[in-house]
């Protein structure tokens, strides 16, 4: 089986972006186009020392290379998704945003403020933690140590080895579960090959020889291993140098005391893996008093640092201006009023029409447009060709008239800039954009979106399909983005806009997720629809 491809593109294609931190090795943006992707960009003294081969097999792992875990991986770390190249030159790669739920609100000197749950604030005294207004409790910290372990177990799976495991690189979560999320991925080991030199943090290395070297292979499962016995000391320690498995008193005890202190052995194969403190861990969540809920966080941006965290941007709607409609417009708006009395001639002289779930004993429900074939329905046979429908009701006869189908006024799928009309990916996503566009005007927008690809939308996916009908209909869709999904399928950054919407007026933004069917591609999810300006 051929090795999937490996997603790239040129920086240009990246639209606008802001600066959201550096580090030794680069710096980081955020995307304006599509708030749920960062890029990275190695600082120019970096760009000749990256593996472009390594860094390509990295891509195509999260790419379809995981197989089932592809999608697990991109839930537990900021994992690369695409190359970014620049003339041709590798400058970095994509990746996914810090989830929210990574984030914590903290009492700091200056004043409150949102910023990365960095594993660093955890590794500090109880007076410490209530002074930054942290709520950790026992329990807590045996989930964080539990679903760290089986991240690493899955990463190990991969073939994935973290190497420079440091409280810098790794998050918590005091409201969901997992509770650990890792960043700076580029700099991880896969199967043995690593995209930059393999380097340690200060107080997290693996035992050195002669007091310079280190005794040991960096970045493998062992040194793994050592580093989560370190974590599991240093986290129930509340202290950020120890390493003796007794210092963390009475919270390490039993079976876990004796896995960290084989854990920190000088012998690699005297090391238990990850996964052997899963059980251990699970019986001692089960026996510790339950986590009280921590309060929602204040909506407070979080600051900016050198991690993949961009700003949140704030939604502003735009003042909406409507152009008036041309000569053809004003003809086209004479369709369903033609196609209404049209129907109730058919219904006055029809007596024979079956009863419709839809009509609600009003003269006449009119959706203007749709397209969802599975939900037109023709009473009287006539054809809807899938296109939009009227559903006019009469109230004198107690019985629905018609369906009566008029064409759907999305007749434009264009690309947006840096992006090549005639390329084989927009080919390859334009109908299935084209045919979701229709659909948000359907006949009954509270089931109009299907799921496409064998998958049911939950009552988000429905709520965020709702909220974009809400806002149409949509005579235009523009695509400003298009990449690979975790599951091989492309994902599409679209721009809709209302009809006869003019420059300046509000559009509406979503990522399209799309799913094989029998015809080719269908959507099956999409984001929470953002009001952008149309310009």
Known sequence: ?????????????????????????????????????????????????????????????????????????????????????????????????????????????????????????????????????????????????????????????????????????????????????????????????????????????????????????????????????????????????????AAAGPRLRGELRKLAGRSLSRDPEQRPAPERWIGVLDTAI????????????????????????????????PRRVVRRPTVTQRWWGLVPALAILIGVAIGLNDGSGPSDPLVGGQLFTAAPFTYNPQQIRTPYGLPTLGFPTLLPTNPLLRRPLPTISVLCFLTEVEAGPGLNPKGARVKQVTEPVRDFACSLSGTDQDTGFSGRGGSKPDATQRGRFAKLAKEGPYDKARIIGVRTGTNGAPQVNVVFQPFAAADGAVCWRSRLSLAKTDDGYGVSALTAPTAVSCG
Request: hydrophobic share 40%; charged share 20%; with cysteine.
């Open 1 to 245: 089986m051929a090795d999937p491809p490996v997603p790239q593109v040129n920086l240009s294609d990246l639209g606008p972006m802001s600066r959201i931190g550096s580090g030794g090795q680069g710096t980081v943006f955020g995307l304006t186009e599509d708030p749920n992707i960062v890029y990275k960009e190695y600082a120019p003294r970096f760009v000749d020392d990256v593996d472009v081969a390594a860094l390509g097999r990295f891509v195509r792992l999260a790419a379809g290379g995981a197989g089932p875990d592809a999608e697990a991986l991109l839930g537990l770390a900021a994992w690369p998704t695409a190359i970014v190249r620049k003339g041709g030159v590798v400058r970095g790669f994509l990746m996914p945003r810090v989830p929210q739920q990574y984030t914590v609100r903290l009492e700091l000197p200056g004043g409150p403020a949102t910023v990365l749950a960095q594993l660093q604030y955890l590794l500090n005294g109880e007076d410490y933690l209530r002074a930054r207004g942290l709520a950790v409790d026992e329990r807590l910290r045996l989930e964080l140590l539990r679903d760290t372990g089986e991240t690493l177990a899955t990463f190990h799976r991969l073939g994935i080895c973290v190497g420079d495991f440091s409280p810098n690189n790794l998050l918590f979560s005091l409201t969901a579960r997992p509770r650990c999320y890792f960043i700076d991925c580029d700099a991880m080991r896969l199967d043995g090959e690593s995209v930059l030199a393999q380097a340690e943090t200060p107080e997290w290395q693996v035992p050195v020889q002669d007091g310079e070297q280190p005794a040991e292979e960096l970045a493998t499962p062992a040194t793994d291993a050592y580093k989560f016995g370190l974590l599991a000391v240093r986290l129930f320690a509340g202290d950020q140098q120890v390493r003796d498995p």
């Open 286 to 317: 089960a026996r510790a008093p339950a986590t009280p809920p921590a309060p929602p966080a204040a909506p407070d941006p979080p600051v900016r640092t050198s991690s993949p965290e961009p700003p949140r941007a704030e939604t502003v709607r």
